[in-house]
């Protein structure tokens, strides 16, 4: 097969002038490449390393309105969020689904309480209200989570939410661009802003395969990076004050025998007054997660130990086996850009969520919200954008614009992600050929990663494509090997490219490990 990189750098040098320049590929570049692309934007995505490689693959993997954010008042947030949880269910049904979700309760009086406030959860929805919320007795709460601890148990609240996989809606969002005329490019990180007359008018960007430094120009550059959009706004102006500050968020996976069934656990109050989730994801239990404000921001940050400890305890109060480290297949840790308050003027915060900062120069700055708002973010900056830029004013269309891959009629494993293109990835080579035991894998899925999702390292392909790194990080390891011999022969890479890109994933995957 041949390596279709080459083609896309080609069409970038081919173009003389863009429309819209987005810089990083998480949920907030996607979303608003994808707003971008389908108003009839000449629209250029440019990701430093891989898409979704920051905060966007470290998710909890909800789609959800924030049960959280319905206690502390912001109404207006979860009506947004849940509006938006039942646009995506509707645009891209192979990445969503319902999940049921137990509060467990040990006290009576806490029934009613979470039970009123539930119901109006559910009201805040409307139309695009999932399933109806409900009180379970004790045997209820027992039969929907057969591991919860007993002793005590009074019964508990069972409430509906959306479940996805993060950076396989990343890689969605990428396909769905492309199919409507985008170009996009990982491993390009953008290393300057173009000036013209003091105003922004483009990005100088590094080719981390050839090493060559390319131009692009722009009517408008959005810089969409994440927590690393205080870096991009000091190549625009030198001495820009730091508008993030980064928390830190950490899951661990264990097997599925902590929850023993379908229905995901929310813990509404921990010790440290945050919720915590249990959620079976891909065969196994997802838990998490913490809040840990950090000095600095990391592409790889690694969990503390104390919020190894502090998951593993709270789910110890309510699972009966309780997880022990030992039980951790992988373990892995998100920065939240959260922005400082001080840092906004008040005029240009379009929304609570996240943030718009338009610079002097005219580089356009998202960031903060979650990836359940993705669109709407999108939405916002695409319009922001196209004003500052004076780009013909074009309407929205991606309220029903279905994602690539729509389809109802999907499966209900792991190969449910591909959607309407299952059966071109069934027809690939080692379609029946399983990656490994432990996991759900095929080497099928290595080949078209690469041919149709642009994979370009192991890593790409077991963290990202797959999410083997998350599901088994000793599993991930051991199948590394295989994958880059799969990836060589796509590519045509010789054999010290698959032994350099072996060891730079083990020593990866080592960090999800616990110690
Ligand atoms: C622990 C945790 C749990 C969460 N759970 C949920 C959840 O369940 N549901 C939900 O809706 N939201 C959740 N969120 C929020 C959501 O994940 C984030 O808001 C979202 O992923 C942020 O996306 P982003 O695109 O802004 O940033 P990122 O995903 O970090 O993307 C930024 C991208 O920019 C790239 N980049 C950086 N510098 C450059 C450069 N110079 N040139 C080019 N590219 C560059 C990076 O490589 C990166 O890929 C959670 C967040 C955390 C931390």
Request: proline share 4%.
């Given at each position: ?242 508008m993030l500050t980064p928390s830190q968020g950490v899951h661990i996976v264990v097997g599925p025998q902590f929850l023993a069934g379908s229905t995901a656990l929310m813990v509404p109050k921990t010790s440290d007054g945050r919720v915590l989730f249990a959620v079976p994801w891909h065969g196994r239990t997802l838990i998490g997660t913490t809040d840990t404000p950090m000095p600095a921001v990391a592409l790889e940050p690694r969990p503390l130990e104390t919020e190894i400890d ?206």
């Open positions: 097969m041949s390596d279709p990189r080459p083609a896309l750098i080609q069409a970038i040098t081919d173009t003389i002038d863009w429309d819209v320049i987005i810089i990083g590929g998480g949920a907030s570049g996607l979303g608003a490449a994808v707003e971008a692309v389908t108003r009839g934007y000449r629209t250029l995505l440019l990701e430093a390393h891989d898409y979704g490689k920051g905060t966007s693959s470290r998710s909890t993997k909800l789609i959800h309105g924030g049960v959280r954010y319905l206690a502390q008042g912001h109404i207006h947030l979860v009506r947004e969020s849940l509006h938006e949880r039942g646009l995506l269910k509707k645009n891209a049904p192979h990445l969503v689904h319902d999940l049921g979700f137990l509060i467990a309760t040990y006290r009576f009086w806490r029934l009613p309480f979470y039970g009123i406030g539930l119901k109006l959860y559910d009201w805040l929805a409307g139309r695009l209200n999932l399933r109806p919320s409900r009180a379970l007795g004790r045997q209820g709460a027992l039969d929907r989570i057969p591991t919860l601890k007993p002793k005590g148990l009074k019964g508990g609240i069972l409430y509906f939410d959306g479940q996805f996989d993060d950076s396989r809606l990343a890689i969605t969002l990428l396909r769905t661009f492309e199919a409507h005329g985008g170009v996009a490019l990982n491993a390009a990180p953008v290393t300057g802003i173009l000036k013209v007359s003091g105003r922004t008018a483009g990005v100088t960007f590094h080719d981390d395969e050839t090493g060559k430094v390319h131009t692009a120009r722009a009517k408008a550059v959005i810089n969409a990076t994440g927590i690393f959009v205080d870096a991009i706004r000091q190549l625009d102006t030198a001495d820009a004050a730091p502090f998951i593993l305890a709270t789910a110890g109060a309510y699972m009966t086996p309780a997880p022990t480290r030992s039980d951790i297949l992988s373990v892995f840790a998100g920065l939240r850009p959260l922005v400082k308050a001080r840092a906004v003027n008040d005029t240009k915060k379009l929304s609570r969520e996240h943030t718009l900062l338009t610079s002097d120069s005219g580089l356009i700055t998202l960031t903060g919200g979650k990836w359940t708002t993705y669109r709407r973010m999108g939405l916002d900056i695409i319009d922001l954008a196209a004003n500052e830029a004076g780009l013909p004013s074009a309407p929205s269309r991606t309220e029903s614009l279905r994602l690539h891959g729509w389809s109802e009629s999907v499966p209900a494993d792991h190969w449910r992600v591909y959607g309407s293109d299952l059966r071109e990835v069934l027809a690939l080579d080692g379609a029946q050929t399983a990656l490994h035991p432990s996991l759900p894998y095929s080497e099928a899925e290595i080949r078209w990663a690469v041919r149709c999702e642009q994979a370009r390292t192991v890593e790409d392909v077991l963290a990202r494509r797959l999410r083997a790194l998350l599901l088994d990080a000793r599993a991930s390891m051991a199948t590394a090997p295989r994958v880059a011999e799969i990836m060589a022969e796509e590519l045509g890479r010789d054999d010290v490219w698959q032994v350099r890109q072996v060891e730079a994933f083990r020593r990866l995957a080592d960090g999800y490990l616990p110690k």
